[in-house]
């Protein structure tokens, strides 16, 4: 089991930035994927950007290509999204996630992920 923690966000202005955390406890294995999703108000959870525990490829969507960059502190157990040039239409709640096996196929569908943090809400204002 893998229980998810998200931290960082916050109230911003356009073109601002913020740096997510995602401290995960319990078994990380070294097949698992993380990822980033958010959640608009009225919208569908969407894929943000994901990167592999083991491999260094990272995934995003091209809405944050540029913008957004994912990394992680394996000694922590913590993944990051560094956000820059924030826009309005990036206020969501963001939340963690994280699947035991990796399959490049899958890293943008919600389906694909079987932990889940509680979010952390993130405001652009123009």
């Known amino acids: 089991q893998m229980q998810l923690v998200e931290s960082g966000g916050g109230l911003v202005l356009a073109g601002g930035s913020l740096r997510l955390s995602c401290a995960a406890s319990?078994?990380?294995?070294?097949?698992?994927?993380m990822a980033w999703f958010r959640q608009a108000p009225g919208k569908e959870r969407a894929f943000v950007a994901a990167?592999?525990?083991?491999?260094?490829?990272?995934y995003y969507h091209d809405s944050v290509k540029g913008r957004f960059t994912i990394s992680k502190d394996k000694a922590a157990k913590t993944v990051f999204l560094e956000m820059n040039s924030l826009k309005p239409e990036d206020t969501a709640v963001y939340y963690c996630?994280?699947?035991?096996?990796?399959?490049?196929?899958?890293?943008?569908?919600?389906?694909?992920?079987?932990?889940w943090g509680r979010g952390t809400q993130v405001t652009v204002s123009s």
């Open positions: 990167l592999p525990w083991n491999y260094d490829s990272v």
């Open positions: 996630a994280a699947n035991d096996n990796f399959h490049p196929a899958t890293v943008t569908l919600t389906k694909a992920y079987n932990y």
């Open positions: 319990g078994r990380v294995f070294s097949s698992s994927i």
